[in-house]
Antibody, heavy 120, light 114 residues
Framework: QVQLQQSGPGLLKPSQTLSLTCDISGDSVSGNLVAWNWIRQSPSRGLEWLGRTYYKSKWYNDYAISVKTRITITPDTSKNQFSLQLSSVTPEDTAVYFC??????????WGRGTMVTVSS | DIVMTQSPLSLSVTPGEPASISCRSSQSLLHTNGYNYLVWYLQKPGQSPQLLIYWGSNRASGVPDRFSGSGSGTDFTLKISRVEAEDVGVYYCMQTVQTPPAYTFGQGTKLEIK
């Protein structure tokens, strides 16, 4: 049974870097035919896909245009996890952040979500 | 980006009655491989979204057969044949056809029980 366990701070000040980690159990971060995604949800923006990482002979990343200049998603094969870094945060980045496994072009497994608040 | 538009935004259904949710996309979700890259999720109160339907009409593992997805191109429908109390929550559609990926979600449809 695949499970995703999220961790990371829930309160940031403007201009800081958001860092979240998603630990994977029951699957491999470098597994075939899967991708590892970050999505966020806020009342103002709804559900918003942020980006993903996946392995297909080498590592690839795809990022949403809205955050492309500020986002980095990094796999860690030694810990079987992947992480999200979002730099220069503002109050508009306040949201619940989810990690999710993508398979067959759908997010079949989700983490429980991390509420991140950006406030001075 | 592809814009996903759901309707209605809310509906109230009597247990045992059917329910239907529409999702329209601003561009076709029909891939050259013949699959429609349209996904349905249910987010129950206080929970993460859970996968219901992928590729437009394929039920995810463990999803009751009262849920069905249909449609092609730009018009899709999620149907619940007989609503149960556990079906309350917000239903979202999502497209995954765009390359490079720019996955987008609908606004959500809130289902309540009468």
């Amino acid at each position: 049974q695949v499970q995703l366990q999220q961790s990371g701070p829930g309160l940031l000040k403007p201009s800081q870097t958001l860092s979240l980690t998603c630990d994977i159990s029951g699957d491999s971060v470098s597994g075939n035919l899967v991708a590892w995604n970050w999505i966020r949800q806020s009342p103002s923006r709804g559900l918003e896909w942020l980006g993903r990482t996946y392995y297909k002979s080498k590592w690839y990343n795809d990022y949403a245009i809205s955050v492309k200049t500020r986002i980095t998603i990094t796999p860690d094969t030694s810990k079987n996890q992947f992480s999200l870094q979002l730099s220069s945060v503002t109050p508009e980045d306040t949201a619940v952040y989810f990690c999710a496994r993508e398979m067959s072009n759908a997010f079949g497994i989700w983490g429980r979500g991390t509420m991140v608040t950006v406030s001075s | 980006d592809i814009v996903m538009t759901q309707s209605p935004l809310s509906l109230s259904v009597t247990p045992g009655e059917p329910a239907s949710i529409s999702c329209r996309s601003s561009q076709s979700l029909l891939h050259t491989n013949g699959y429609n890259y349209l996904v349905w999720y249910l987010q129950k109160p206080g929970q993460s979204p859970q996968l219901l339907i992928y590729w437009g009409s394929n039920r995810a593992s463990g999803v009751p057969d009262r849920f069905s997805g249909s449609g092609s191109g730009t018009d899709f429908t999620l149907k619940i044949s007989r609503v149960e109390a556990e079906d309350v929550g917000v239903y979202y559609c999502m497209q995954t056809v765009q390359t490079p990926p720019a996955y987008t979600f609908g606004q959500g449809t809130k289902l309540e029980i009468k």
